[in-house]
C-alpha cells in the first residue's frame, strides 16, 4: 500500500521541467550573438568586395592615381581591422556564455547521478535549485540588490542570470519614468529577433494557444476593450507613445512634428495596426483632458506602465523566459501536492502541530506558508495513512500507541499508568486507551 | 542530456578554434601585402588590385563558412534542447492564484532567508521591499532599517522583528555549539525555556546535558588531559547539575555514573555508543533546531524548500494531467482537491490522511470522520447515508450501533 501512496524514485528527465530557462536562456543570447556576427561580416563583405572592385576597376582605366588606391585600401583595412575587433570581443562575450552554459549543464547533469529523492545529494541539489527560484524572483520582481547578494553568497552566479535581469528591469523601469530611448535601442538590438517571433508562433512555451506575440498581453487585452482586437507590437506601441508625448505637450506648432514622426514610423504598420494608426491621426483633435474614448485612453498615464510590461513580455518571450516566475510555478504545485484538509481546519490535528516533541510541524501549517495556501487545493489521496497502532483517547484524539506511551514516560509529571495527550495536555488512564481500526 | 552535452561539446570545440577571427585575420593579411606592394611598386597597382580580387573574395566566403558551421552547430544544440525538454512546455499560467499574494511570498523568502542564517541577505531584501513599496528612491533607502521593513511587511500575525532577533539567538547558539563545541549557551536556552520544553515531551536540555557530561569526560577544551581529570570535571559537573533530572531520567545518570567504572576500557564496554558517539553533536544541533522553531509555531526545514522540493516533484504529474485534460477536453472539477494522487517520498507526508473506505473521500471539518462503538471510522456523510436515521450495521463488522453513538475523532 504504501508504495502506492508515497515514492522516492527520481525520474532526472522529467525532473528539470523547471530547468528549461537555464539552457535556453544562454542559447538564446548565444544565438543573438551570432546574429550579431553575421550582421556585422556582412557589412563588412557588402562595403569591402565592391569597394576593391571599384578600385582595381579606377586604377585599370588609369583614372585613379597610385595614392588613391593605396588610401582606398587603408580604409578597407582599418574596416577590416574594425571587424575584427568586434568579432574578438562578441567572441570573448560567447566564451563567457559558453562557460556558463557549460556550468549548468554539469549542474543538470549532476542531478542524473542521483539514485533517489532521499538520498542526500539530492537534498543539496534541491536546495541549489531553491535559491536559483528565489534568485530568479528576486530579479523578476525588481529586487536586484538582494538577487546579487544571495547568488554570491551561494556561489551559484553562474546558474542565475543577473546581467539579463538587471538590463530588462532598467529598461523597464525607464518606460514607467516615461523615456523610450532605451526601449527602443533594445528593440533596433533585437529586431531580427522579434520579427522571427512574430513569424514563429512556436516559439510560445507558456501560452500555447495563442498564435502570436503581441497576443500575450490577453489581459490587457480584456482591461483595455476599446482596443481589443489589436495585435501588440512593443516598437510600435513605443512609437505611439511618442507620437502623443508631443501632441500632449499641447503646442499647436509641434503637430507638425507629430504627424511626420506618425509619417515615419506609424505607417509602415499600417497592414496590421491600421485601426491604432487612425485613432491616432484622431487624436490630433482632441485636447489632452478630453473624457471622449478611446482618446481619453491614449492619453492616460498608465499607458506607460502597460508599455513596461509589454516590454517585460516581449523580452522574456524573446528569451525563452517563462512569464512568470518559477519559483510560484513550483510553490503552486508543490503548496497544493503537501496540502491536506487538516492544514486549514479549526482543529488542531492530532498527527502535526508544534505542541509536541512526537511531531514535526508540517509546512503547509507553519506561519510561513500558510496564508499562502489557504487558496490553493489540498492533495487528492485515495488511502488513508495513518501509524499502524492507532487508538483513541475519550477526547476523540487518534494516536499512535507506541508513540504515545513512549511520550508520556519522557513528559514530567505524568504518574505511571497514566498517558498524556501531546495536543490538548489532558491526562487520561492508560486503560482508557481504546483500539480504532482504519482502513 | 547526453546529447545535449556531446553537442555543446562540438560547439565549444568550434568556439576555441575561433576560425571567424582567423578567417577576417588573413584578409587582412591579404589587403595588408597587396598594399605593401603597391606602395614598394606603385606601377604594379593595377595589377597587383587585379590580383586581389579573387583571394580576397574568397576569403570572404570561407568566413561565411565558418559562420554557417557556427550556425549548424548552434541549430544541433538547440535541436538536442528541444529534445531533452520536448513536450514538456511550463504547465500553464491560467490559475495562477499566487501571483496576487506577492506580499506573502516575498514574507515567505526573507522568512527563508533569516532561517537559512543570511542575515545581510535578509536584510537587503526587505529593505529593497520597503523601497519598492513606499517609492522612497536610492537615497532615501539607507535610513529605512530592515526592523520597520519587517513590520511594514506583514502587519498580521507574525512580528517579524521578534523572529529576526529570534533566528539571530539560534545561530548564534547553534555556532557556538557546533564550530566552539560550547554547549553552554544552549543548555542556557533550554533552561529558559523549560516549562514549554518539558510539556512538550522533549528530552533536549537532557541531552544537552548529557553531552556536555561527555565532553568533559573527554577532556573538554583540551582533550589531551589524562583521563583522571577529565572524569573528574565531568563528575564534578554531573553533581551540580544532574540532580534536576533525577526524577525523570533516572536510568539515564545511572547509565553515565555507571560508565565510569568502565572508564579505562571504554570501548569495550556497553558504554561506549553514549560516549563514542560521531553523530552526538549533528544530533543534539538537530533537535535544538527543531526545538526551536516548534517553539516559534515553525516547522524544522524550511518550509519554502521543502514545499519547491514537492512542486518540482509534482509538477511532471500535474503537466501529464494537464495535458491529458486538455486532450478530452475536460475541466477540473473538484476546486478544492487535486484530481490527480501526487507520488511524495514519505518524508514528505507529515498529517496523518482520512480517506473514507466507503465514499473514498477525504475526511474535512464539515465532514469529520465518526468512529462507531466497534472502532471502525468512516466519514460522517457516509454514515449518514448508510443510518438513514436508525440503527445501522458497520459495514465492516457484524455489529451494529445507533448514529448516536458514533463519535467524532481528530486524526
Known sequence: MAAELTSTKLNAENHLLLDQPLLKLPYELSRRNFKSVQRLVEREKDYTLPALKDTANASLSNTQTPEQSLAALDAMISRMQGLKRKMEGLHQEEKKIHDQSRKRIHHLESLHHIPSLADVKYDQWSRVRLDRLIVDHMLRSGYTESAQQLAKEKDIEDLVDLNVFVQCQRIAESLRRGETKDALQWCSENKAALKRSQVRPSVRLILPSHRHLQLALSIEDQRQRLTRHVQYNLEFELRLQQYIEIIRAGDRTKYVDAMNHAKKYLTPYIDTQSAEIHRAAGLLAFPRDTKAEPYKSLYAPERWSRLSELFVRTHHELLSLPSRPLLHIALSAGLSALKTPACHSAYTSSSSNSLSTTTSVCPICSTELNELSRSLPYAHHTKSYVENDPIVLPNGRVYGQHRLLEMSKKVGCVEAGKVKDPTTAEVFDESEMKKVYIM | ?411
Open chain 2, 1 to 411: 542530456m547526453d546529447l545535449v552535452q556531446k553537442e555543446h561539446e562540438r560547439l565549444s570545440k568550434r568556439l576555441k578554434a575561433n576560425q571567424g577571427t582567423k578567417n577576417v585575420q588573413s584578409t587582412i593579411d591579404l589587403l595588408q601585402s597587396a598594399r605593401d606592394a603597391i606602395a614598394a611598386d606603385p606601377s604594379q597597382a593595377s595589377i597587383t588590385l587585379a590580383k586581389l580580387q579573387n583571394p580576397v573574395k574568397s576569403s570572404f566566403d570561407s568566413i561565411n563558412d565558418s559562420l554557417k558551421e557556427t550556425h549548424s552547430g548552434l541549430n544541433k544544440y538547440s535541436k538536442s534542447l528541444d529534445k531533452l525538454f520536448k513536450d514538456r512546455p511550463l504547465p500553464s499560467t491560467e490559475h495562477d492564484v499566487l501571483s496576487s499574494h506577492e506580499n506573502l511570498i516575498n514574507r515567505a523568502i526573507a522568512m527563508h532567508l533569516l532561517r537559512e542564517g543570511q542575515f545581510s541577505v535578509a536584510s537587503t531584501f526587505l529593505a529593497e521591499m520597503t523601497e519598492k513599496k513606499t517609492g522612497v528612491p536610492e537615497p532615501g533607502s539607507e535610513t529605512i532599517s530592515p526592523e520597520n521593513a519587517a513590520t511594514l511587511l506583514n502587519p498580521e500575525e507574525v512580528p517579524s522583528n521578534e523572529v529576526r532577533k529570534q533566528f539571530a539567538t539560534m545561530y548564534y547558539i547553534l555556532h557556538e555549539l557546533q564550530e566552539n563545541s560550547n554547549l553552554l549557551p544552549a543548555i542556557q536556552w533550554s533552561r529558559d525555556n523549560k516549562e514549554i520544553l518539558q510539556a512538550r515531551g522533549s528530552n533536549l536540555e537532557f541531552e544537552l546535558c548529557r553531552l556536555q557530561f561527555v565532553w568533559l569526560f573527554h577532556g573538554g577544551q583540551i582533550p589531551q588531559t589524562p583521563v583522571a581529570s577529565g572524569r573528574q570535571a565531568a563528575l564534578e559537573y554531573a553533581r551540580r547539575e544532574f540532580h534536576v533530572f533525577l526524577p525523570r531520567y533516572l536510568r539515564e545518570v545511572q547509565q553515565l555514573m555507571g560508565a565510569m567504572a568502565f572508564c579505562p576500557n571504554l570501548q569495550d564496554s556497553p558504554y561506549q555508543n553514549i560516549f563514542n558517539n560521531p553523530s552526538a553533536w549533528a544530533d543534539v544541533a538537530q533537535s535544538f533546531t527543531r526545538e526551536f522553531c516548534s517553539l516559534l509555531g515553525l516547522s524544522a526545514d524550511s518550509p519554502l524548500y521543502i514545499a519547491a522540493t514537492a512542486g518540482a516533484i509534482a509538477l511532471p504529474t500535474l503537466l501529464k494531467l494537464q495535458t491529458i485534460m486538455k486532450a478530452k477536453r475536460t475541466e477540473w472539477t473538484s476546486q478544492n482537491e487535486l484530481p490527480v494522487e501526487i507520488p511524495l517520498p514519505p518524508s514528505y507526508l507529515f498529517h496523518s490522511i482520512f480517506v473514507c473506505p466507503v465514499s473514498k473521500e477525504q475526511t474535512t471539518d464539515e465532514n469529520p470522520p465518526m468512529m462507531m462503538p466497534c472502532g471502525h471510522v468512516i466519514a460522517e456523510e457516509s454514515l449518514k447515508r448508510l443510518c438513514k436515521g436508525s440503527r445501522f450495521k458497520c459495514p465492516y463488522c457484524p455489529s451494529e450501533s445507533h448514529p448516536r453513538e458514533a463519535r467524532k475523532v481528530f486524526l
